[in-house]
């Protein structure tokens, strides 16, 4: 396969448009639309159609559209590689969902960074899906996530850490400090996450998992923090980590609700590639440095 004509039908699919691509690429629309019939050709399927003033890809379209970002990201991850090493100056690209890059990270990276000035290190902070996603395309190093697809094909988890869960509410709220079934819990308006988010998946998963009905849906909140800000302001119920509410437990702002029977946790994975074969200096100093983590 051509590279050259896999980076236009790339341009092409990422922009929705022959038209904006021949642009960018600062060639003719008919020479575009030559080389998609050309590479539709060499591999025998059809990979766009005619949608308005744009296009649509087809399911294969899409499939080569995902696997010719990952090149290209490769191809960029390389060239940037190489220009440190030049420079004689590295750095480190990790994605990291909401958890890990509040409560494990910043400890870890600072006491890295003190050790390693001359080391740059950059975080991108997304939800679980995401963070798969910028591993599985170049776009950073390695990935921390607290649930996983442990059956992807082009990515590997490491178990690296428990988390504990609580069910948290405004100290006014009538299951405050009791211990009670998970069938009273579900009676009560709860705080739901996004979906996509590990924690949405938690909830709904004991729920499941004990044949209850899911808690009444109060409302969605995006985030960790926004969704104890509104239980802090006495407001239904909501599930977090363990390490997020202990200080506003201590200071009276939150009370924990605890459930008949259920210990809840997550665990935190290291998500890397397969392709990749060697461990990145920082993941080793991460796993000296967590026995001094108060999860």
Known sequence: MNLHTLRIFTNVAKLG???????????SQPAVTAQIRKLEGEIGVKLITGKGRGIQLTSEGEFLYEQGLRLFYLEEQIDEKFKTFLAKKEN???ASSYISTNYILPSIIAGYKLENPQIDVYVSLGNVQSVERLVLNYEVDFGFVVQSNIGHEDLSFEKILDIPFWFVVNPTHPLAN?????????????????RGSSTLD??????YTHNCPLPKFGLQMEGVLESIKVVEAGYGMAIAPAVSVKEKLVQGSLARV??????????????????????YPFTQFLKRKLGDLEI
Do not use: P
């Open 178 to 194: 009791k211990e009670v079934s998970i069938f009273e819990l579900s009676r009560h308006d709860f705080i739901y996450r996004e």
């Open 258 to 279: 605890f459930v008949d029977q259920v210990e809840i946790s997550q665990s935190l994975f290291i998500c890397t590639r397969k392709a990749d074969q060697n461990e």
């Open 202 to 207: 938690l909830l709904e998963a004991i729920f």
């Open 17 to 27: 448009s022959i038209t904006e691509a021949a642009n960018i690429l600062h060639i």
């Open 92 to 94: 480190v690209k990790i």
